[in-house]
C-alpha cells in the first residue's frame, strides 16, 4: 500500500502562482508519481508525471510551459509549482502513484490521494 496526501492547494488570483506538494508513505516511493485533476463537471484530466530516475518529466497539453513537476526521492515528496494560473486550471488536484513511466492514463496509476482544492479567480 501507499498512501498519498496533497497540500498547498487555495484560491489565487488569475495569474498568480502556487506550489502543490504531495507526501507519499507505506511500500518503497513508486517509479512514476504525478498530478491529475478534475475541474467541476468534469472528467478526471492528467496533468504532470515524474519518474523516480530523474528522467524528462512529462505534461498535459494544457499546462505546459506553466507548471513544472519536481521530486524529492529522499523525502518521497512530488512537487507541482503552478505559475500563470488561469481561471480554467480551477480543479480539485490529485496526486497518484503507480509503476509506468510516461503514461498520462488515470488507469495506469494504482494509488491516489484525496485530493487538494485549486480555484483560481478571474
Known amino acids: 500500500q501507499v498512501q498519498l496526501v496533497e497540500s498547498g492547494g487555495g484560491l489565487v488570483q488569475a495569474g498568480g502562482s502556487l506550489r502543490l506538494s504531495c507526501a507519499a508513505s507505506?511500500?518503497?516511493?513508486?517509479?512514476?508519481l504525478g498530478w491529475f485533476r478534475q475541474p467541476p463537471g468534469k472528467e478526471r484530466e492528467f496533468v504532470a508525471g515524474?519518474?523516480?530516475?530523474?528522467?524528462?518529466?512529462w505534461y498535459g497539453d494544457s499546462v505546459k510551459g506553466r507548471f513544472a513537476i519536481s521530486r524529492d526521492n529522499a523525502k518521497n515528496t512530488v512537487y507541482l509549482q503552478m505559475n500563470s494560473l488561469k481561471p480554467e486550471d480551477t480543479a480539485v488536484y490529485y496526486c497518484?502513484?503507480?509503476?509506468?513511466?510516461?503514461?498520462?492514463?488515470?488507469?495506469?496509476?494504482?494509488?491516489w490521494g484525496q485530493g487538494t482544492q485549486v480555484t483560481v479567480s478571474s
Open positions: 515524474s519518474s523516480r530516475s530523474g528522467g524528462v518529466p
Open positions: 507505506g511500500r518503497t516511493v513508486s517509479p512514476s
Open positions: 497518484a502513484a503507480g509503476i509506468r513511466y510516461y503514461t498520462t492514463s488515470p488507469t495506469d496509476y494504482d494509488y
